[in-house]
């Protein structure tokens, strides 16, 4: 299937800890974000990348370190997690280019709950 | 900057009555616009989206959109509501090809019975 997948798809932790998401597209696209959906259901972007490069970083705490080793694959890394990182992270991605807007796809989200 | 509003936070209508939810766009170039649809606990999913071709988008489940530039407006409509459109609905806007979407604060669909 084509699609944007995140993992995983639940996240519970302690306060303090560091973890990771994954995000991973095989649309051909060329373009990644980070967005964010706090418990009111509002969404905010976080991070964009364009092939590898860093376009977008929003006012983000620096515990948040977006990593992109290639254009397929875009990973949140959060460092010190606090409680009001509780929220969910939904992946994205775009292909640019030719003056277009083809349209974004968004994976299916993660759950990140912090204790 | 872009900026969308969605006027009601909650939209409740009855199984079978027309669904019109309210999407205003601010935008300092010529907007893409795009609405989303979210299920609840799920993901987001696209059900139509302007990118400066034709006025009236029609998209998946039987929704449709219309740009109007001279309302600044982009609401969703659906001619009769059936009890699986409740969910949460996201306009959003992005300027270009690769830019960031922004989203509204979205609305919730109830549909009663």
């Known amino acids: 299937d084509t699609a944007v997948s995140q993992t995983p798809k639940y996240l519970v932790t302690q306060m303090g800890n560091d973890k990771s998401i994954k995000c991973e597209q095989n649309?051909?696209?060329?373009?990644m974000y980070w967005y964010k959906q706090d418990s009111k259901k509002f969404l905010k972007i976080m991070f964009s990348y364009n092939n590898k490069e860093l376009i977008i970083n929003e006012t983000v705490p620096n515990r948040f370190s977006p990593k992109s080793p290639d254009k397929a694959h875009l990973n949140l890394h959060i460092n010190s997690l606090e409680l009001g990182d509780s929220a969910v992270y939904f992946c994205?991605?775009?292909?640019?280019?030719?003056?277009?807007?083809?349209?974004?796809?968004f994976g299916s989200g993660t759950r990140l709950t912090v204790v | 900057a872009q900026s969308v509003t969605q006027l009601g936070s909650h939209v409740s209508v009855s199984e079978g009555a027309l669904v019109l939810l309210r999407c205003n766009y601010s935008s300092s170039v010529p907007p893409y616009l795009f609405w989303y649809v979210q299920y609840p606990n799920q993901g987001l999913q696209l059900l139509l989206k302007y990118t400066s071709a034709a006025t009236l988008v029609k998209g998946i489940n039987g929704f449709e959109a219309e740009f109007k530039k001279s309302e600044t407006s982009f609401h969703l409509t659906k001619p009769s509501a059936h009890m699986s459109d409740a969910a949460e609905y996201f306009c959003a806007v992005s300027k270009s090809s690769g830019d960031k979407l922004t989203f509204g604060t979205g609305t919730r669909l109830a549909v009663r019975p």
């Open positions: 994205a991605s775009s292909l640019t280019g030719g003056g277009r807007n083809y349209g974004y796809t």
């Open positions: 649309l051909g696209h060329d373009t």
